[in-house]
């Protein structure tokens, strides 16, 4: 693994997190990498809500049954998109942005000594309800995933999932 690669390899899914508040500026410093994602024909139409508050995580957390550790962290973004923003007005397309717009998150956090675990909510009815109401989104804001942000408890070793077998080059090939 290229050591240039290695904030990419130290992209662990954490959920244990020390009871340290993440600051201001650096929870910025996720958004700008977030909206630094590419987007169909520049659309961005993602959206963001930045959740510190104990209450509104906890609720959160009652909400998403992967997601009972969002209590226990300092912050979780919610990343949504506005549908009437998407290019063509296409779901996928709103879908695509925000999950490239997640990575950049993920990746981010990782490069600022940060952990963090992606927690689906699209396309889950029983979880897109109350993740929108929790949050006041208005009708065209879609929920795609929150992240569950801290400093971790412990770090997870870098590693990557390769497999060679999954590779094919100039066309499908059976190996």
């Not at 209450?55 to 550790?69: D, V, Y």
């Not at 590693?159 to 080059?169: G, I, L, N, P, S």
């Amino acid at each position: 693994m290229d050591k240039a690669l290695n904030f990419i390899y130290r992209r662990r899914s954490v959920r244990q997190f020390q009871p340290r508040a993440i600051a201001p500026e650096i929870l910025n410093e996720l958004l700008l990498a977030a909206m630094a994602a590419p987007s169909a024909r520049c659309k961005d139409p993602w959206r963001f809500i930045v959740v510190t508050e104990m209450e509104l995580k906890n609720q959160l957390a009652e909400a998403l049954p992967t997601g009972k550790f969002m209590q226990d962290a300092p912050a979780v973004l919610i990343v949504a998109g506005d549908i009437e923003a998407a290019n063509i007005g296409h779901l996928s397309y709103l879908l695509q942005d925000c999950s490239a717009a997640i990575e950049n998150i993920l990746l981010a956090a990782a490069g600022l000594g940060l952990g963090s675990c992606w927690v689906g909510i699209h396309p889950r009815e029983e979880r897109l309800l109350p993740v929108s109401k929790l949050c006041r989104l208005p009708e065209t804001i879609i929920p795609v995933g929150g992240i569950v942000l801290g400093y971790p408890l412990e770090t997870p070793e870098a590693r990557t999932r390769y497999r060679a077998d999954f590779v094919h080059y100039n066309g499908w090939r059976q190996h």
